[in-house]
């Protein structure tokens, strides 16, 4: 029994409970954590293929890891259900759909009757950072609230988050890791008795009647509520080329699923595809994860996340490519797992420049390249008329700081529309639309000698919404003015404490010290650091580099500096020489990585639909002869057939019609009915108890 990619030492993350559930996977024995999934389980014990396609035999591995998919699908006990949303028990036994499965008899005692009803003033879909914002302010005024949230605990996205958001601190725990958040929020919502949870259930559909039927693990349920708020976040878009469908191309969503989560250590050798936050924050946390990232592409020019970001990948040593896509995955010689990406430049047309190609060997890709809200259930509420609410990612596409807010905002609203008497401050609505900005102009960065014994240099030049570097100094000493878009400023004489650089959550703040050499040739800096510490012990060289990840030369380590109030973050205190003392803002823990030859590729014709292994030239056909429908093209050729609904493909083929040239008012849209998520025949059986959280 392999545990091979387990991780039991991560700087941020404390360890999880030895694996002790007994299951079998395709006969194989193996062990899971309790309460793990069967996919998490799988990927630590160095699985990745979790079956073959009935159509093609195409190897089927993970894409969302958040049930929004159905790539995942996996016999439990001869049942298909999907593997990251089925917690392992003893004694299970998992397999493989390889082709069309032979499903055992139905044993199952029971009868369909009326489902079981239940009734609530508030009803709220999704237990991410808005949904809970929302109920804990409906709760705390004593109003009725009934939560319901499809995974094992509370927390949303917020639980796959190690690293310190931004944000404004007094609104949204700016300065505080997500995980921690997420904590808070459920401790918070446990307080207030006016509040239920039901986790490990699935809203799969609105009715005329004004229910929503609700999926438990005790069976099939319709809920009557006076307002209902859906804030079911967002589901990560794919993207459609060349071996996009191999087993380790998947979701960096998926990806910190994995690792953040479960503590599995998905990848060997990542990169990833995509230059927003997403993409960003997920090469950091491999990069924390012990494991290799190879690189980073992004379409635009520029990277769409925060410069801060970028800048901290870079500084490690991870290469971003902007203006470059992934032409092309290629896999083993079965096409079994994922061996090789193609990159190339695009040029502004985002065609790929001829001769800029390049391939490097890796095990995983990160499609990173964008969200799209889970609003389904949010617009059929709409147009039945019932008094709904949408808030977070469901509403707007933004940072987890944003919702945070947001859900406070229409939680207070919806407790004003029930007849509660409370207030809404003014300025929280522009606080709101600051939360949501994207990013500001980056300025150039300025770093004065002053003649000072400590200071700080803050490499923050980009307009972003962030705070907690004012509230830190004690002496006051760094103020962002009327705004928290501002840049921060310096003024007075630091003490040198290091609480701006503990809880800076760009880690673009360092000190330092000019009177540490007598002699003038060396300066010492404090520098933060959130990776593994193996290499970095005192008196090991480093290499340092510039904010942008330049090189600029050689660098000591002195000591470690580990306190709780830094919330897990080291400070390093580094020798230079003086005359680098302004330039280094980090150290690379990375060598560049080569390209490799670049083989033939495998195949032209990519996968589109991936439920039903659709090729995007089977989709080229019917535009061509005519099919303007998207209800009419699911019938021909079956895109959309499959078990995700359309979720994932849906914007694959508006945007192969808009390659044909075909504008999109033209194009009918598919019809989207209940029930939206898979629902097994047997939740609708009176009196059925379940307890494995499909």
């Not at 596409?397 to 407790?415: D, M, N």
Request: aromatic share 4%; hydrophobic share 40%; charged share 20%.
């Amino acid at each position: 029994m392999s545990d091979s990619r387990r991780l039991t030492d991560h700087p941020v993350l404390a360890p999880l409970p030895a694996p002790t559930v007994a299951f079998t996977f395709n006969g194989r024995p193996l062990r899971a954590r309790p309460g793990e999934v069967v996919s998490s389980a799988l990927y630590a014990a160095g699985i990745t293929v979790l079956g073959h396609h009935h159509r093609d035999g195409g190897a089927q591995g993970i894409f969302c890891v958040n049930g929004q998919c159905s790539q995942c699908t996996v016999l439990v006990d001869g049942r298909p259900l999907k593997a990251c949303m089925t917690r392992v028990v003893e004694g299970m036994k998992v397999e493989s759909c390889d082709g069309r499965p032979v499903l055992p008899p139905d044993d199952q005692a029971g009868m369909l009757g009326r489902p079981g009803e239940h009734r609530t003033q508030v009803l709220i879909l999704g237990g991410g950072p808005a949904g809970l914002c929302a109920a804990i302010e409906l709760g705390t005024l004593g109003i009725e609230v009934l939560v319901v949230d499809d995974k094992p605990a509370l927390g949303g996205k917020l639980t796959l988050q190690t690293h310190q958001f931004f944000g404004a601190m007094a609104e949204c725990w700016a300065g505080t890791r997500g995980i921690d958040i997420a904590t808070i929020l459920a401790d918070d919502i446990a307080s207030l008795p006016s509040v239920q949870v039901w986790l490990d259930s699935t809203a799969v559909g609105v009715f005329a009647d004004e229910q929503i039927g609700v999926v438990t693990p005790q069976g099939y349920r319709l809920v009557k509520a006076d307002a209902l708020l859906v804030a079911l976040g967002a589901r990560e878009k794919s993207l459609s080329f060349p071996g996009c469908d191999l087993p380790g191309v998947y979701g960096a969503g998926a990806f910190q699923t994995l690792v953040n989560r479960d503590l599995v250590q998905a990848s060997r050798r990542l990169f990833v595809l995509g230059g927003g936050n997403v993409g960003l924050i997920g090469a950091y946390h491999a990069l924390q994860a012990g494991i290799d990232v190879v690189g980073l592409v992004e379409a635009l020019p520029e990277l769409g996340g925060y410069k801060v970001h970028g800048d901290k990948i870079k500084r490690l040593g991870v290469p971003v490519w902007t203006s470059h896509t992934v032409l092309r995955a290629d896999g083993d010689g079965a096409r079994e797992q994922l061996r090789s990406v193609t990159i190339a430049e695009v040029d502004a047309h985002f065609q790929p420049v001829v001769g800029s190609e390049r391939t490097y060997e890796v095990d995983t890709l990160l499609i990173a390249v964008g969200l799209n809200s889970c609003d389904e259930l949010l617009i059929k509420s709409q147009e039945l008329g019932l008094k709904v609410y949408g808030a977070g990612d469901t509403a707007e596409i933004a940072e987890a700081s944003a919702a945070i807010f947001s859900g406070r905002i229409v939680g207070r609203q919806i407790a004003r529309d029930l007849g509660t008497v409370v207030t809404i401050p003014d300025d929280w609505s522009t606080l709101a639309a600051v939360l949501r900005s994207r990013p500001g102009k980056v300025q150039p960065l300025t770093v004065a000698e002053l003649p000072l014994s400590v200071h700080p240099v803050i490499r923050c030049v980009q307009e972003i919404p962030c705070d907690p570097c004012e509230a830190s100094c004690p002496e006051g000493l760094i103020t962002i003015g009327d705004s928290i878009m501002n840049l921060p400023q310096y003024d007075g004489v630091c003490l040198g404490c290091g609480e701006c650089v503990s809880v800076c959550p760009g880690l673009a703040i360092n000190l330092v010290f000019n009177d540490y050499d007598p002699s003038g040739e060396h300066s010492l800096l404090m520098l933060p650091f959130e990776c593994s510490v193996d290499a970095v012990l005192p008196g090991a060289e480093i290499d340092t580099v510039d904010m942008d990840g330049e090189p600029v030369g050689k660098g000591r380590v002195i000591a470690l500096r580990e306190r709780p109030e830094q919330d897990r973050r080291v400070l390093l205190l580094v020798e230079v020489p003086a005359a680098d003392k302004l330039k280094v803002a980090g150290f690379t823990i990375r060598g560049p990585s080569d390209p490799i030859a670049t083989a033939e590729p495998q195949l032209d014709d990519p996968i589109v639909c991936r439920c039903e292994r659709v090729p995007k030239s089977a989709i080229v056909e019917q535009i061509r002869e005519g099919v303007r429908d998207l209800n009419q093209l699911k019938a021909l050729a079956r895109v959309s057939m499959g078990g995700c609904g359309g979720k994932t493909c849906t914007e694959l083929v508006r945007r192969i019609f808009r390659e044909e040239g075909v504008d999109l008012g033209e194009i009918t849209a598919g019809t989207t009915r209940p029930l939206v998520a898979e629902t097994p025949l047997g939740a609708f059986v009176r009196g059925q108890e379940e307890d494995r959280g499909e």
